[in-house]
């Protein structure tokens, strides 16, 4: 497949930080797992050697080592991507009738499903109180993007079930991805439209139900209505669909 210029320069930021050779003699060191990117060794002797120089499981997706992410240098390059938000319904009054204890447990399990469910096709990119954000790049997990968008949001909801309630929103478009920040305060993230509109998509999902943007998924499931949306802060009505899967 010919990737489009930003899209071969976003795969050149992930990997032009190795020295010539780096992914051949990754993949001759034992063990797997291994990163999909670069092919450093999680287990075995191979990840002994390695880890120490940062070659470990990312915190965004263990599938990719933190090389590949959280040390990857600065910039960003536009890129068609999937966004995925997913937000504790409730949170407020949840957690003024329990503990702290209590409410941090629920959450921690929240973020447990999350990253078992996400991180098959996307990399999380915040764990924020109630809130987790996802992004498919399809740069790095192959694939029928609008099939691993909704299978996971409907994963999710079920995996959460029914010790919370979750509203997800899900958009696709052209966002600014990369490492952003300054110093060490940085961070792998992606920028734009997108973002805001998955999250604001996401506001207006009731509990247990998918709100996505017709760009994110252009055919409307059996168990979905198509509808137009009014969202804060946009100037212009949203093609969305609803899906409420069964309970």
Request: hydrophobic share 45%.
């Amino acid at each position: 497949m010919t990737r489009e210029p930003d899209a071969a320069a976003f795969y050149e930021m992930l990997t032009t930080h190795r020295a010539r050779g780096f992914r051949r003699v990754m993949r001759a060191l034992p063990s797997e797992p291994r990163c999909s990117v670069c092919s450093a060794p999680y287990a075995g002797i191979g990840g002994r050697l390695v880890r120490p120089l940062g070659f470990a499981p990312s915190r965004k997706n263990p599938q990719l080592c933190s090389a590949c992410f959280e040390k990857v240098p600065p910039g960003t390059v536009e890129l068609e991507i999937g966004v995925l938000f997913a937000d504790v319904r409730g949170y407020t009054a949840l957690a003024e009738r329990r503990s702290g204890t209590e409410v941090v447990d629920l959450l921690n399990r929240f973020y447990a499903a999350a990253v078992n469910v996400l991180c098959r096709h996307a990399i999380i990119d915040k764990l924020v109180g109630d809130q987790v954000m996802a992004l498919y790049l399809p740069e790095i997990f192959a694939g029928d993007m609008a099939s691993h968008m909704l299978a996971d949001a409907r994963d999710l909801l079920a995996a959460a079930d029914p010790w919370l309630e979750i509203g997800i929103g899900l958009d696709f478009g052209p966002a600014r991805v990369g490492n952003v920040g300054a110093g060490e305060v940085k961070d792998f993230t992606a920028i734009g439209d997108v973002v805001n509109t998955a999250s604001r998509l996401q506001a207006v999902a009731a509990a247990g139900q998918i709100v996505a943007s017709r760009r994110a998924l252009p055919v409307v499931p059996a168990d979905a209505q198509a509808t137009s949306l009014e969202l804060k802060g946009k100037s212009e009505p949203v093609a969305a669909v609803v899906v409420t899967p069964p309970t």
